[in-house]
């Protein structure tokens, strides 16, 4: 726990740790380069060197303070004299660039064969847009993302605004991986394209989410069939229609729920249902008693308990995402302007993956604690 009290503060990073920040970044000269390419920076008076550039876009998108408050303390350090319109102006420039510094430090830490396999939990999370119309709208930033166990570490990100939908092979898939997702992700034909890049799915299902079927590819009553096992644990083939292509070959493992959870589960049905003016149906309230997954994995190689407890490392995804939202302090970018919002959240994205390999243990979410 050595950096624990010195380094695991964005502003750290940015003042006494400053030099080994641009080193874990690639280097000065590095930098610069990936700042001209993008046309982030041009030389001229008022700003340096990119590496100026950069300190001051960090220190404004990761501090509370204003652009006018940032320029100030600039100009007071000796570091820049610039105008809070001109710093606006390059931010606005600088999106390509900090996604460019994310990448390199995604590409540093690119998992590795091993004897295990990797786990990666496929998740999203949002900030809200700023401004009337967004909210009227729901306007928000989707930050997709891998997060990858053991290691306990984001291992991919894609930034979309609200019209990007969670989509299960959105992120490319690392050979071999074993790849978890929620109901949501429930689409045959991204399952179909992750298997094809040599990954496997554990997703969860609900019962009426799917076009299911039988082998002959007759329909398949899923609650029927739920409703004929009097055991806690079911793993039979099934099938699921595709838009293109034939149907989808797959386990069902379904596992009945303790009478405490079902009983929680009719609750949140009846609220939602309540909340959103519509008839509850009676095989909704009959779901309830079930908790149902899909995957491809092989039964000669992962039991049903083995695949149950797989999903249920699924939680660790939200521990990622406190951690993004705590540790780093990532809220909705200020301003309307796409131009700006962009790089605001970057910036954060950069500085969580430089935080993460200098942070020994969350406090609730100790690492190594899953091999693959």
Known sequence: MRFKHRMTRPDSLLS?????????????????????????????????????LLRLVLAYCLGKCSLRSTTTWATAIGLADISNVALLYRLRRCGDWLALLVGHLL???TPKASRGRLIRIIDASSVPKAGRAAKRENGVWRIHSAFDLPSERFGQF??????????LDRIAVVRGEIRLADRVHLQPDRIANVLADGGDVVVRAA???????????????????????????????????????????????????????????????????????????????????WFILVTSLKAAEFSTDDVLALYRLRW???????????????????????????????????????????????EDSPRGAYAA
């Open 107 to 109: 590409a540093m830490r």
């Open 16 to 52: 006494d740790d400053w030099n080994r920040t641009i080193e874990r970044l690639g280097g000065a000269e590095a930098l610069a380069m990936g700042a001209r390419k993008t046309k982030a920076f041009s030389w001229g008076r008022k700003i340096p060197s990119p590496i100026v």
């Open 207 to 289: 019962w009426k989410n799917a076009r299911w079927q039988q082998r002959n590819g007759e329909p398949l009553d899923l609650l029927g069939m739920l409703g004929k096992y009097k055991a806690d644990r079911i793993d039979v083939p099934v099938w699921i229609g595709r838009r293109s292509g034939p149907p989808l070959a797959l386990r069902l493992i379904a596992a009945r729920k303790s009478q405490a959870d079902a009983v929680e589960s009719r609750r949140k049905a009846r609220r939602q249902a309540q909340k959103d003016g519509y008839q509850l149906s009676q095989n909704t309230l009959a779901a309830a008693d």
């Open 316 to 362: 660790r995804v939200e521990l990622g995402f406190k951690r993004l939202k705590s540790l780093i302090g990532l809220h909705g970018p200020p301003g309307t302007d796409a131009r700006s919002a962009r790089p605001y959240i970057l910036a954060h994205l950069v500085m969580l993956l430089l935080l993460e390999p200098l942070v020994d243990a969350l």
């Open 158 to 167: 894609v930034l979309t605004d609200e019209h990007g939908g969670e989509q």
